[in-house]
């Protein structure tokens, strides 16, 4: 069964400042998309960003990008210039398997500071 | 707000009460799902449905009991539930089993 660890339960970060969210997943298979979801306290889970395992570059989206490391396992989350509205609960998960389940990680609380 | 809308937003109901938990999409998906979501666990996948077929029960008690009469609608029917069950119930969607969903805003059920 696939796993996501997301090792930080909280963080926080200066406006402005860059922040990295760490996540790290066990699966067998070679083909398989990882996510990263954002819940603000509204609770609309929103997604940030998607990365294909099969893509060697890592994924953008305008100030998030993350760092994917297919051979570690691990596929962080970069947001840089943070700003006090990034300030939310923060999901890692995981999609694969013959069904292409979504496995979520326990999530990563976002503080930022003004 | 997003293409995923859930009724009713918060509920309150009795261990003997008998209600519905309903999700619309309007984004033409053709997988839908229910998660649960309690304070400090991981979101818990409950039901998927693809193409209205149930293709997955993540051991579910049988007081949740979920129908999908057409690939935009999702209920979760609700019966004699315990106070344990009392947490965040999110809808999303996805175009394919396996897509990035989108997620509705949730119910917040609380079960006295």
């Known amino acids: 069964a696939q796993t996501v660890t997301q090792s930080q339960p909280e963080m926080s970060v200066q406006e402005a400042e860059t922040v990295t969210l760490s996540c790290t997943y066990d699966?067998?298979?070679?083909?398989?998309?990882l996510f990263w979801y954002k819940q603000p306290p509204s609770r609309q889970m929103i997604l940030v960003i998607r990365?294909?395992?099969?893509?060697?570059q890592n994924a953008t989206e305008n100030r998030f990008s993350v760092n994917f490391q297919k051979a570690a396992k691990s596929f962080s989350l970069k947001i840089s210039d943070s700003q006090l509205g990034d300030a939310a609960m923060y999901f890692c998960?995981?999609?694969?398997?013959?069904?292409?389940?979504?496995?979520f990680g326990k999530g990563t609380l976002l503080t930022v500071n003004p | 707000e997003t293409g995923v809308t859930q009724t009713p937003r918060h509920l309150v109901m009795g261990m003997t009460n008998k209600k519905s938990l309903k999700c619309e999409q309007h984004?033409?998906?053709?997988?839908m799902y229910w998660y649960k979501q309690s304070a400090k666990k991981p979101l818990e996948l409950m039901f998927v449905?693809?193409?209205?077929?149930?293709?997955e029960n993540n051991s579910v008690p049988s007081r949740f009991s979920p129908e999908c009469p057409n690939s935009s609608h999702l209920f979760l029917h609700l019966h004699t539930l315990q106070p344990e069950d009392s947490a965040l119930y999110l809808c999303?969607?996805?175009?394919?089993?396996?897509?990035?969903?989108?997620f509705g805003p949730g119910t917040r059920l609380t079960v006295l």
């Open positions: 999303a969607s996805s175009l394919r089993q396996g897509d990035e969903q989108f």
């Open positions: 699966t067998s298979e070679s083909d398989y998309y």
């Open positions: 990365q294909e395992a099969y893509k060697q």
């Open positions: 998960a995981y999609g694969g398997g013959s069904n292409y389940k979504l496995t």
């Open positions: 984004l033409g998906h053709n997988a």
């Open positions: 449905y693809n193409f209205k077929e149930q293709t």
